[in-house]
């Protein structure tokens, strides 16, 4: 964990071990020799974000769908763009809402620092509503992110109902669009709470790697966790993305994954294919930059599965 002095702002590097038993303890400024408490950073697990009127709130026909993994690089935006693109192909209206301080669904659409969540939640004068933005794809909409996202953890994170944030402001739009993907960031945090505590279904997009069974099974803790506290509907699927077929080691964890999560895992996969990077570098869809790609018509499968389970 890092520590920060609060008089000269020099920064320690502290082990969590090395911390009390409540995490928190004394120290001395190695630079001024202040003397201060430091507190150790909340983990979200130990959070208790029970709020029983809050989460009475089951809606009826919850069409949000939260893309999340705290591992990195792992297709999540990709499959937030693409999927969306799909589904409107599909005759779905869909909104996507950028969730991630990295702004890389806002960025792939084309926009640049517009504005973010950030700006909803400390300005009264903008709502969720009025800063939705109409793409050029037909039924297809965004709510878009900047760098300021960071200010929303360091400003709200603890704050009284700090999980329900987006919830709350989806709410009115909710029934305009046939489904709502969020987009989250590689960690679990603020934003990443805030999406799962709203959504009916989590996709969990995951590598063929060694390691990508961790990544999973953390996110599915706090699932777990959610379901029990604020959000007893929710439900998750695995998708695995970025296959290479042409590699044993990758068809071999693939096939693992799917018996190892048998029944939650989507039975479309997504292969790793270049077109799609190509598509990025053109900030388009894949499936606008080439309908006959292989990831875009995996996508499409995979929209059409979707629908099939969560209509
Ligand atoms: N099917 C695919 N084929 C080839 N490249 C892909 C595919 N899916 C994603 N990629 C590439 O992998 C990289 C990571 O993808 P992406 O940004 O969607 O992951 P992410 O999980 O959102 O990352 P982060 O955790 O940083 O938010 C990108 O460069 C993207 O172009
Ligand atoms: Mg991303």
Redesign the pocket.
């Known amino acids: 964990m890092i520590v920060v002095c609060p008089n000269c702002q020099s920064r320690y590097d502290v082990n969590d071990r090395d911390s009390g038993t409540n995490g928190n303890f004394i120290a001395r400024c190695g630079k001024c020799q202040q003397t201060f408490t430091a507190y150790r950073p909340v983990r979200v697990e130990e959070l208790a974000f029970l709020d029983i009127e809050l989460a009475k709130k089951v809606w009826e026909n919850n069409n949000i769908i939260a893309i999340s ?1 705290q591992k ?8 937030c763009l693409n999927l969306g693109l799909a589904l409107t192909l599909l005759g779905k209206r869909v909104l996507m809402v950028d969730f ?1 301080v ?1 702004a ?1 669904l806002t960025q792939l659409l084309g926009y640049k620092e517009k504005y973010s969540f950030f700006d909803v939640i400390n300005d009264e004068n903008n709502n969720f509503e009025k800063l939705i933005i109409e793409t050029k794809y037909k039924n297809l909409w965004l709510f878009p992110s900047t760098k300021n996202m960071v200010l929303l953890n360091k400003k709200y994170f603890g704050s009284s109902n700090f999980d329900f944030l987006l919830k709350d402001r989806i709410a009115k739009v909710r029934e305009r669009y046939d489904y709502i993907l969020i ?1 989250t ?2 960690s679990l945090e603020l934003c990443t709470l805030n999406a799962l505590v709203s959504a009916k279904l989590v996709i969990i ?1 995951s590598q063929c790697d060694y390691f990508s069974t961790y990544g999973i099974n953390k996110i599915l803790k706090l699932i777990e966790l959610i379901k029990k506290k604020s959000n007893p509907n929710i439900d998750f699927r695995i998708l695995v ?2 296959v290479n077929e042409q590699s044993p080691a990758e068809s071999m964890i693939c096939s693992k994954l799917k018996t190892l999560y048998s029944k939650v895992v989507f039975d479309t996969h ?5 077109r ?2 190509e598509a ?1 570098i053109m900030n388009m869809p894949v499936l606008i930059y080439n309908q006959k790609s292989i ?1 875009g018509q995996q996508y499409l499968r995979l929209a059409e599965e979707l629908i099939g389970q969560y209509n």
């Open positions: 993994n990195g690089g792992v297709a999540k935006t990709s499959t991630d990295q890389n987009d960031p590689p997009p993305t970025m997504i292969e790793l294919d270049q799609l990077s990025q990831a």
